[in-house]
Every structure is written in structure tokens, then in C-alpha cells.
């Protein structure tokens, strides 16, 4: 018998989550069933939709998440003992995994991919959920041409430092907001043309002077503030990916500002709300083109390594709260 541990949330959070809104559950796994696999997770993703969701789920819930795994035991021929395994089982340091509609869904498990010698953990970042809403969310919705220039919000995490960076390889010029001057000079040190701190800046005047001929793209992480100075900024035939609105995730419900909707109007804008789920089916074409990038040095993922299995809700509130520099991730 393996004695496993999982995260329970039995709050509704208020605010940013508490400790007290989750307790640590010990429990025996029982003996394995045909299609299942016993694993020893090593990497587990902390994400903002964590926060988001919690008032849409029923208490208590097991805390889901993507994580990294290594087969222990096998039911599943697909994945023999010593492979390794994507999956959305939650914060647990172990967990038995149905296999058997691998690959159906982004919920569904499926084999790590062949990551050529890159750290495992990029399966749950770059190359894996977060790579590719920035790639799939910002290349098929904001279509970015060389010489245009992007805006992207939520510039410094794991979303948005490879958007800005995936922006750069396709030629355009790059602006990032961030929450902190040091993430503003991490971004240029990486690439992005221009980072403005939206804690400290005049928003909308610090945009004015970095894109005087306009903003062509909108890559958007955080909604609020930031984004309706980067709307009415917009040029005409503007693409907008709306990927989340983090700014509201922690406070009141619905609280994303006012879209500047005459501008949408007579600027005649796209806005697109996406949902990374639509392109899993092409996780291949990131995987190629992420690999190929980040070997060549064009892509510099970082990753925002928090270590140990007790830790993990500190590494979810600290990124909440704007600590981490690109993937929040958790090793076990
Ligand atoms: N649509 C989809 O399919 C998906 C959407 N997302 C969304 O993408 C966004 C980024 O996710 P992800 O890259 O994983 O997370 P990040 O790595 O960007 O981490 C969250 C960041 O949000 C920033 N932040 C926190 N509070 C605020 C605020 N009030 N205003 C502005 N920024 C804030 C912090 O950075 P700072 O220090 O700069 O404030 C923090 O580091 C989220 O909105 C998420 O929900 C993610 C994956 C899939
Ligand atoms: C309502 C807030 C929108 C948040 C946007 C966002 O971050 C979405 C992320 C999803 C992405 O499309 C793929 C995912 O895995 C993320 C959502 C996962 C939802 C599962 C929620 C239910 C659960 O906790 O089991």
C-alpha cells in the first residue's frame, strides 16, 4: 500500500487564499485497477485559475493542477514503469492516474513529450499548458506582422514573458507591463523593447511614449487599468487576445474595468477571449517550435522553482501575489 497526500480546499477563498483554506489529506492509494498507473509526481504547476474557479466548485474539492509524474507501477502498457506522464491530478505527491482516455482533453494524461533534454518541468510551462496558450492565444488572435508593435500584460510570468518573446522572433516591436522595476529590467534583459512598471507609471502616458505610432496587438493577461489605457491606444484593425484578467481574480467578481468600447468601435477592433483547451489538439507544433527556440537561445523560459510538497500553497499565493518571474512551479 502507498500512502499518498493531497491538497482538500474546503473554503470558498476570500481575498488571496488562506492556509487554513486547505488542509493536507493523508490516505491510502488502493492496489491498481487495468488501465491505471501509480505516480511519484515531481513537478506541480501552480496557476491563476486556481484562484479564479474556487467560487465556481463545490466544497470540499480536491486542489486540481498539472503535474509532472513518474510511473511507479503499471497497468497501462502505453506507459511502462520508469516513463513519465502529464496530468491534471492536483497537488499530491502521489496519485493513481486513469489512463485509459489518454489524450482526449487537455485534462486528459498523456505521455511527456520528447523535450530533448530540457528540464522535464517545461512540460507544465513552456512547453506544455502555459507555452501554449502563448503561442496558439497570441499567434492565431493577435496574427502579429514584423514591424508591428504588441502589448503584453502580466508581461514577467509564465504566459507573458513567452509572449512578449514569441513577438520578438516574429519580428514586431514589444512592450511589457510588469509589477516591479526589477521584473521591467528582467524583460529588456530578455528582449522586450520596452517594460513599464504599472504599479509606479502614469499607465497610459508611459504607453504613449514608448508606442507613439500605436498599439497593433494586445496580448491580455491581467484586464483592468492596464488594458483600457492599451485599448484606447490601439490602431486601427487592432487584434486583442483576452487570455485572463488576473487583476480581478482576487478582489471583487467582475471587477475588470470599462472597455473602452467606442474606441472598439471606430478603430474597429478584434477582440478574441481564448481558451487554451481549443488548440491541444497541436501541442505538437509548440513542442517543435518551443524545443527548436529555447535550444537555439531564442525562447528563455524561466521557471520559478519552489522546492517541497508543504510549500506548494506558499508558491501559489506568492505567484498570486506577483513573486514569481515566469512559471511558477513546484518540485517535489
Ligand atoms: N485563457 C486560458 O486558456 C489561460 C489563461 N491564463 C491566464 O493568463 C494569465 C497569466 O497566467 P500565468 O502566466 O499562468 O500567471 P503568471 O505567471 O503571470 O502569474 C501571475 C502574475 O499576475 C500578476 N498579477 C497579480 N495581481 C495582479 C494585478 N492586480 N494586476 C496585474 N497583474 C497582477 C503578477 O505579476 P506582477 O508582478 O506583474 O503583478 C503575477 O506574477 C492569468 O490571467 C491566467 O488566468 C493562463 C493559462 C491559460
Ligand atoms: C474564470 C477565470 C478564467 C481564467 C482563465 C484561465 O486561467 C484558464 C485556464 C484554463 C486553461 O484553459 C486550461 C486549464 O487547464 C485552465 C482551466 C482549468 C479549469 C479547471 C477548473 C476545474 C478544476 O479545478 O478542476
Known amino acids: 500500500m502507498v500512502k499518498a497526500r493531497k ?12 492556509r487554513e483554506d486547505y488542509e493536507i489529506v493523508e490516505y491510502e492509494l488502493p492496489p491498481l485497477k487495468n488501465g491505471e498507473v501509480l505516480v511519484k509526481v515531481e ?4 496557476d491563476p485559475y486556481m484562484r479564479a474557479y474556487n467560487s465556481r466548485k463545490t466544497l470540499p474539492y480536491d486542489q486540481s493542477g498539472f503535474q509532472v509524474g513518474l ?28 489512463t485509459f482516455n489518454s489524450s482526449e482533453t487537455i485534462w486528459d494524461p498523456y505521455k511527456l513529450p520528447k523535450l530533448q533534454g530540457l528540464s522535464n518541468s517545461l512540460a507544465i510551462g513552456a512547453l506544455g499548458m502555459p507555452g501554449a496558450t502563448a503561442y496558439f492565444g497570441f499567434l492565431e488572435v493577435c496574427k502579429p506582422k514584423a514591424g508591428e508593435t504588441v502589448v503584453v500584460s502580466g508581461a514577467a510570468g509564465a504566459v507573458g514573458s513567452l509572449v512578449g518573446q514569441i513577438a520578438k522572433i516574429k519580428g514586431c516591436k514589444v512592450i511589457g507591463f510588469a509589477g ?12 522586450f523593447d520596452r517594460a513599464i512598471n504599472y504599479k509606479t507609471a502614469d499607465i497610459a502616458a508611459a504607453l504613449k511614449e514608448a508606442a507613439p505610432n500605436g498599439v497593433d496587438c494586445y496580448f491580455d493577461n491581467v484586464g483592468g487599468e492596464v488594458s483600457n489605457s492599451v485599448i484606447s491606444q490601439m490602431n486601427t484593425g487592432g487584434r486583442i487576445s ?24 471606430y478603430k474597429q477592433l478584434l477582440i478574441q477571449g481564448i481558451y487554451v483547451d481549443r488548440w491541444f489538439d497541436r501541442l505538437d507544433e509548440l513542442i517543435k517550435d518551443g524545443t527548436e527556440w529555447i535550444k537555439s537561445g531564442k525562447l528563455q523560459p524561466r521557471e520559478h522553482i519552489t522546492e517541497g510538497f508543504e510549500n506548494i500553497f506558499d508558491a501559489f499565493v506568492g505567484m498570486l501575489k506577483g513573486d514569481n518571474y515566469g512559471k511558477a512551479v513546484v518540485k517535489l
Open 7 to 18: 491538497y482538500v480546499v474546503k473554503n470558498y477563498f476570500e481575498g488571496y487564499p488562506k
Open 43 to 46: 513537478w506541480v504547476s501552480v
Open 71 to 98: 510511473v511507479e507501477e503499471s497497468k497501462d502498457p502505453r506507459y511502462p514503469v520508469g516513463s513519465r506522464i502529464i496530468s491534471h491530478s492536483g497537488w499530491c505527491d502521489y496519485c493513481i492516474i486513469k
Open 180 to 191: 516591479s522595476d526589477d521584473k521591467v529590467k528582467w524583460l529588456e534583459e530578455i528582449g
Open 242 to 265: 483576452v487570455c485572463g484578467a488576473i487583476s480581478s481574480y482576487n478582489g471583487p467578481s467582475g471587477a475588470t474595468g470599462n472597455i473602452p468600447l467606442m474606441t472598439v468601435l
